[in-house]
């Protein structure tokens, strides 16, 4: 062992969560879960750890090779820490195929490791809130996943002002590009690829790119002209497509909730080419300084497939990271300035009164359900209250060798500095416990 | 990627967490969270990635090289996946020294590995709750400390039959075995290890190691006595002791807290030689067929030693290892039969109503507290209700055409088979929300 002292700072792009920064990632979980549980939905998680032909077999390829912390166990097995948890849940799923109650309705808030240059937003370790409802493929989950996702957000006081959820459909966008261009499967591949690279290239290589495909300039007018259209002018350019279908029956239901105001049909919203098959979405933030996508997701097929041979199970749903979720609120104003317990007493100490008899009136002040602690050494009483205001105490209990014969206690509010005789016994009761 | 089908199987010794086993899990953590922060401790957390180095300096030779999940990261560090907390909490005291106000009451839950032989109660992959008070080194943070452990036990409605707090003291055990023998430290130093070993050995071997020691019989039948005395009789063999004058204190204060029936002096509590100085203690599991330490801890010193130059902080704590927790409450009956939502509602689904009705019915049943959700497919009846008995529902709400023209819907509750006829608008009044 050497003699080097050791630094203090955490891993690179990792976080300490201090008891604030921990209250505040606690109240705003606490928020979601509180949530997710009045919707029916049930919590799961799983191993940080997993093989990683779970994530070479799963995940994109980035994922897997670029941004996986994996290494060789000494079982010679390589595994990886867990960077998304689609995997994970993929895996749980199927292997309980028979005896799970489909459609699930699962969420979870895993944290999670990639390997990437740490950024605003973006660090090594974050956590990842999970939504998902597994086992039904039809617009009413599509519904159910986006009506979650605008509740989490009006749980936390957000207003349609501060955050918009921007839709559209995979299966109706293959739809009104073959409709467009009048290519068949293939060659409206080669024209999604192409606009899903639309915002990484310049006006002039995506015009090009199209061309290159055959495209008039009469079908790239058509295709700009989407990214203005409401759902009602969009989904008419090719009716009879299914995801055309999905999108009108999940706008109406959203007006019916008059959940439209915070929904915005966006043909610009496309999520990769390869996993999504229906519905996708991103919950952008509105603020001019921060204007993008905070999270989104969608509607994928064949969950199991890798596990299962010829089973199908689709599902639809979203991850939110702790980052994001955190930076929209502070940027909103959206954190509350007390998080944690609003009442916190704190027992302070005179040396004129047995130890013990502060521990009894503490437990006595625990034992009703309020928050209290008690000065563990005995200080000059400006001390103790410099401690009690630092650690955020709501109040202190002064009990010297009087008040204790008089069966009663001081109780000082440091908000107010008033100062109130309570009985002993009535201290419950003061408190409003 | 090859057409073999993936093992559904979580890497070896991690667990899924499927919603049963999360609801029992966060029913646990939540109760301890509640009594914690009722006693005033503050959550932290910290990465699950630590530099390797933190671990080789501070734990134990057995963690730190056997027992790790280690490997080089790509920027060639050596990082290490969590084994225990005291490391990070540590580092994270040693970091902001200057601006924490002492002393801290501090607790953590979080995951972490070792690599370990699988067997009942130990895992690789286990959550720990950490409890510490940092920078107070008299035996009132000690007490603290116990209390909140016997309060954790008390609050899952363990009895003083379930479980014992067996408490001694480093530095009693020191002074005592120094007044037996009359040896010096480090006469006494080795006298102590082969005491640490008893119960490791034969009794044969005990006895010739300690007489190899210069031991005579008569000192040897001494310090067998100590494991049956109270800790009256124990300390008045070194009335002068520190440590013995600490286990005075600390028993009347549990004596005026009438916390002593959950605890005894046990001078058989060591917990290795290296690391605790004063104060140490184990929960033991009285269950006959379970006899044996749940968890424990004690004081320790100079935890920011390796961090910061000729700095002292003491603390005082223990770890609660999730499966072991559960294990005792299983064993003795203190798990409730519902865990989670006791009233959870399903809005069933009737094709002669339009679904966007069913979403709003159950919208509202949300807005006011209650956990609902509704059937995303129209289904038979009966499949609806097979679902809503599977997935835990406690009442299904009811509404054809007719009841939604009428205003009212009929809701089941699904154990006592009753129907009810209820007003839209009374809803919430009537499951009491």
Known sequence: MSNQLLSTKPYKGTRDFYPDDMRLRNWFFGKIRETLETAAFDEYNGPMLESLELYAAKSGEEIATKQTYNFMDRGDRMVAIRPEMTPTVARMVAGKMNDLNFPLRWFSIPNMYRYEATQRGRLREFWQLNVDIFGCNTYEADLEIIVSAIRIMKSFGATKEMFTVRINNRRFFNDVVAAITGKDAEGSRLVS???????????????????????????????????????????????????????????????????????????????????????????????????????????????????????????????????????????????????GQKTKVLVTRFSDVPYAEYVKLTETLRNAGIAASLHLEAKKFGKQIEYAVKENYSHVVIMGGTELEAGEVKIKDLATREETAVKINELAEFFGA
């Open 193 to 339: 690829k192409v606009i899903d690279r639309k915002n990484k290239v310049s006006r002039e290589a995506y015009e090009k790119d199209l061309r290159e495909l055959g495209l008039l300039d009469e079908q790239i007018a058509k295709i700009d002209a989407l990214y203005e259209m409401s759902v009602e002018e969009a989904t008419a350019l090719c009716p009879d497509s299914i995801g055309a279908g999905e999108l009108r029956d999940l706008f109406a239901a959203l007006r019916e909730l008059n959940l439209d105001q915070y929904c915005k049909f966006d043909f610009g919203i496309i999520r990769g080419l390869d996993y999504y098959t229906g519905t996708v979405f991103e919950v952008f933030d509105n603020a001019p300084e921060n204007n993008r996508a905070m999270f989104g997701g969608g509607r994928y097929d064949n969950l199991v497939g890798l596990f299962v041979k010829n089973a199908k199970v689709s599902g639809v749903g979203y991850g939110m990271g702790d980052v994001t979720l955190e930076n929209f609120l502070v940027t909103h104003g959206l954190v509350p300035e007390v998080l």
